[in-house]
């Protein structure tokens, strides 16, 4: 990577690869912004989480997909996209990390299952501020347009401020008419979860294979979580953190527990 050294770098990734139309929309909407250099999977990779590869080699090839912009593909993970580009690529942190835009919701519990955030963790972890951003509509010709707006304003907003190391948020936009959008709105991440169920399938040589299935159930009736602001027009930003250590019940057990 060649640039001017006082230019920002915002790398560019996501899960759902690099030719899917949402990357495409977050490289609109953040190149006024800096230097976008992006390094994307090379085929979809959704709910990958936060795996690595380790038995096999990794590929690395550059792509001329976005005019001016330069781009790689890799034949990894998300999460694998991210070190390549550090190590590899950018030779030193990018000011910050965007990752989507993830077709599909990655609100609540999804954000543990999400290729989209472990992709945007990956760099936090790293000290670079991070986001990750989801539309909620999982068609494969959804309309951005809102999408790029909202990624404009939070990534700005990020470039913009002194963050603490390890800065990472998990942003989802709704589908709305942009005449009822309400804005956007810092959230906690809403109690719920799926409820999974396979549906039992039999091949040509009676073999039996599954589909996973299930339902979203939100346990959580609070007004100030991203389900709800969803629901309610806004687009929801939420502050994340990779420490996953429970200090409340730490502290019970260091109270209650002799060894």
Not at 111 to 121: D, E, H, K, N
């Amino acid at each position: 990577m060649k640039g001017n050294a006082q230019e920002k770098i915002i790398l560019v990734t996501n899960d759902d690869g690099v030719t899917a139309p949402g990357i495409r929309a977050l490289i609109e909407a953040v190149s006024p912004l800096g230097k976008v250099v992006v390094v994307a999977p090379d085929s979809p990779q959704s709910g990958k989480g936060h795996a690595i590869t380790i038995g096999v080699p990794l590929r690395l090839d550059q792509v001329y997909l976005f005019e001016g912009i330069e781009a790689w593909q890799c034949s990894g993970t998300p999460v694998d996209c991210v070190k390549l580009a550090r190590d590899k690529i950018l030779h030193r942190l990018p000011d910050i990390c965007v990752s989507g835009i993830n077709h599909g919701a990655n609100h609540s519990i999804n954000v543990i299952y999400s290729g989209t955030m472990s992709a945007a963790m990956e760099a936090a972890i790293e000290g670079v501020p991070s986001v990750g951003f989801s539309y909620l509509d999982y068609s494969f010709d959804a309309d951005f347009s809102l999408c790029k707006e909202v990624a404009h304003t939070v990534a700005k907003k990020m470039l913009e401020s002194e963050l603490p190391e390890g800065t990472l948020f998990n942003v989802n936009i709704p589908v709305v008419k942009k005449e009822d959008y309400k804005g956007i709105k810092i959230c906690r991440q809403a109690d719920a979860k799926w409820v999974e169920a396979f549906d039992e399938r039999r091949d040509p040589r009676g073999k039996k294979y599954y589909w996973l299935t299930g339902e979203f159930i939100n346990r959580d009736n609070g007004e100030d979580t991203d389900v709800y602001a969803l629901a309610n027009n806004y687009a929801s930003l939420v502050p994340v953190q990779f420490d996953l250590t429970d200090y409340k019940l730490k502290k019970k057990i260091e109270n209650d527990w002799t060894f």
